[in-house]
């Protein structure tokens, strides 16, 4: 498979704009239902998504060469339900702003130790650059909305560490991803990686905050969040994958505050503060950095 790190990077900040509205959907939606019920959902939405989508891709493409990596695919969907489950209690125990800050800002740097240890192919100087300046930006961006507040110093630290083990999850996922771009198509992937993903969630959700809470008002945001900014955006990463390095992709997704900043103050009204916008200008400042590291790394062998 040729490798185009121009539509890589293309379809990465695609995905990361679609989660940047997530917030903005469910606050304008005025819904009821908590946070981790919402995540949970979302989840099997997006599962059901896949469903649909790989029934419809697979109809006429003849049976998939080799066997399938379910063990890889399980992880994948441990991975991601880790991920929503660990950030939204880290952000409830933490606080919004502090806990946002260290999941997304800790993930490009798990990214980068992970490919490190265990693919023993260390990202470049400029990507480690860039994403230090990404992830100044996305901390100061996230951190302007306030931090813990009156959060118990024990509580916050916990809350620290989920967001930590949430950042690492998502880490997780885009390696796992990576590995099986160009063995398993991509609809497949997902489909299985957000079926156990939901699979785990849901009890998850029901053992920290008993039976879902809801209004009709939140079913819209929900099938947005779930076929859009979970189905469609997911897709474009794993194909995002095929191109540009898990490390990579993890970086550019720190575009996804700069949308949501954008269209909280667009539509939601929310103050442009100094330090919100210093933060915006280093994110894109860092994603521009790593992408032109990206696109000047050597080409690999093509694959199959």
Not at 272 to 297: I, Y
Request: proline residues 5%; aromatic residues 6%.
């Amino acid at each position: 498979m040729q490798r185009h790190p121009a539509l890589g990077v293309a379809l990465v900040l695609a995905a990361a704009s679609l989660w940047g509205t997530t917030g903005t959907a469910r606050s304008l939606s005025g819904g009821t239902l908590d946070a981790y019920w919402f995540g949970a959902l979302r989840l099997l939405i997006a599962a059901g998504f896949y469903a649909l989508a790989a029934g419809a891709l697979q109809r006429g493409a003849g049976p998939a060469a080799g066997r399938t990596p379910w063990l890889a695919l399980v992880g994948a969907g441990l991975c991601m339900a880790v991920y929503n489950l660990a950030f939204f209690a880290g952000i409830t125990t933490a606080g919004v702003g502090l806990g946002t800050a260290v999941a997304l800002g800790s993930a490009p740097v798990w990214a980068g130790l992970l490919e490190a240890l265990l693919l023993r192919r260390a990202p470049a100087r400029a990507w480690w650059l860039g994403s230090a300046l990404a992830v100044a930006g996305g901390v100061l961006m996230s951190l302007a909305g306030g931090g813990a507040g009156e959060a118990e110093a024990g509580a916050r630290a916990t809350g620290i560490g989920l967001c930590l083990l949430a950042g690492a999850a998502y880490a997780g996922y885009a390696l796992i991803n990576k590995q099986l771009a160009a063995r398993v198509p991509a609809q497949r992937f997902t489909l299985v990686a957000f079926g156990a993903a939901a699979a785990l969630a849901l009890p998850g959700a029901a053992l920290i905050s008993g039976p879902p809470q809801w209004s009709t008002a939140d079913l819209p945001a929900l099938l947005w969040v779930g076929v859009l900014t979970s189905g469609v955006a997911y897709l474009l990463l794993s194909h995002a994958l095929r191109h540009v390095s898990a490390a990579t992709c993890v970086t550019l997704s720190l575009m996804e505050p700069v949308v949501a900043f954008t269209l909280a103050v667009l539509l939601l009204g929310e103050p442009a503060a100094a330090q919100s916008l210093l933060g915006l200008a280093l994110v894109v400042a860092g994603v521009l950095a790593v992408a032109r590291a990206e696109m000047a790394a050597p080409k690999p062998p093509a694959q199959g």
